[in-house]
Every structure is written in C-alpha cells, then in structure tokens.
C-alpha cells in the first residue's frame, strides 16, 4: 500500500516536472514552434514518457492551461479582500494583479499566444467562465459595499472592473518589447512601474468614486 501511494505521488510530480518545463516551451516558441523533444532532453527524459501522461504534444499544451489558469485564481482567494474598506481593496487585488502579471510572464505569454488562436485550444479544456466565479463575486461584493457606503458612484459589472485594471497591468508585460522598441520606454524597470501601478490604482479609483 506504502509502495503503491508513493508511486502515484511520484506520477505526479512527474507529471507537474514536465509542465514546468513545456510551460516555458509553448511560452517561449509557442504552440506551433514548441517541440516535445526540447522538454524532453530538459527533463532528461523521453518523449515517449511525455506521450504517456499527455498523449501529443497538443495534449500536453492543453494541460499547461488547464494549470496555468486555476494557479491565478487560486492565489487570488487568498487576498482576505472582505476584511478591507472598498478603495483597500481594490488597491490591494490591483497591487496583485500588477505583481502576478511581472512575476509570471510565461503566463502573458501563453495568454497573448492562446488569444492569436482564437481561444481554440482552451475551448477543448475544462476551462471555461466558471472559474473566474469567485473574482467576479468578490469584486461585486467590493462594489456593492462601496456603493452602499457612497463611496463608489459608478454602476459598473464585476467583469468590467475586472477588465479595467488588469488590462494595463497585462499590457505592461505583453508589450514591454514594443513599447521599448517604439515608444523608448522600459515598463519593467522599478521607476515605471511604481508609476504605473500608482497610475492604476488612481484611474481606477478617480473613475469608482466619480459621477457618471
């Protein structure tokens, strides 16, 4: 029995070993330029033994998202964001949100790769809205104390809050090459981004708290 529960625990990491690794592939190369061999001399290991836990190498794309998405959300219900005020709170999942996207760009860039091919790939997951439910019911709570306290003056969806402060924040990241090369801007260095993440938190704050 002891033999057999440390087989499955070793599966297991096995299993999480080569989506670390294939998450930096397909992040890096994308899902076309990824190859299955390259993880597999990464892990020290054999792509059969990859094809063994994920079937082809669209099978185990599709298992990176099925991880890569449930891995934000879960970190996100441990910001304890119903014991602060309202503008606490939206400045404490903005200061996440920010943070999360500059330490996880391999998740940027799996999301921009997914989005160039028309979420298809993420249709065929277990992946769907149900698992931004918790997030978009927090954020209504925040919205709906902060409107019954006068503070908020905006009727705004969860989803369109949600939108608001993390399209900046993803952009930051997913652009940060272009807007270098363009703009002659570094959005990763520490100046920009305490600014910006100032700037976030008072747009969205001066839009929250302003008539419509």
């Known amino acids: 029995m002891v033999e057999h529960f440390s087989h499955i625990r070793d599966s297991d990491q096995t299993r999480?070993?080569?989506l670390d690794v294939a998450l930096k592939e397909f992040a890096k190369f994308g899902l076309a330029g990824a190859r299955v061999d390259r993880i597999a001399k990464e892990m020290n290991t054999t792509k059969g033994m990859i094809y063994y836990y994920f079937k082809d190498k669209e099978g185990l794309y599709k298992a990176v998202l099925e991880r890569i998405y449930p891995c934000l959300r879960a970190e996100e219900q441990d910001l304890?964001?119903?014991e602060l005020d309202p503008i606490a709170a939206l400045e404490?999942?903005?200061d996440f949100t920010i943070d999360y996207h500059e330490q996880h760009s391999d998740f940027v860039r799996i999301v921009m790769i997914e989005n160039i091919n028309n979420a298809e790939y993420?249709?065929?997951t277990g992946i769907d809205s149900t698992i931004s439910y918790v997030i978009l019911l927090t954020l209504g709570d925040i919205?709906?104390?902060?409107?019954?306290?006068?503070?908020?003056?905006?009727?705004i969806t969860p989803v369109d809050l949600h939108i608001l402060y993390t399209s900046f924040s993803f952009y930051r990241i997913s652009n940060a090459s272009t807007v270098s090369s363009?703009?002659?801007l570094n959005t990763l260095n520490a100046v920009n981004s305490k600014r910006h993440r100032q700037m976030i938190?008072?747009?969205?704050?001066?839009?929250?708290?302003?008539?419509?």
């Open 143 to 155: 919205i709906r104390r902060g409107c019954e306290s006068g503070i908020f003056k905006r009727d």
């Open 80 to 82: 304890s964001l119903s």
């Open 201 to 212: 938190k008072d747009s969205v704050r001066a839009y929250m708290t302003s008539a419509a």
């Open 182 to 184: 363009v703009l002659g």
């Open 122 to 124: 993420l249709r065929q």
């Open 16 to 18: 999480q070993n080569i």
């Open 92 to 94: 404490r999942i903005i």
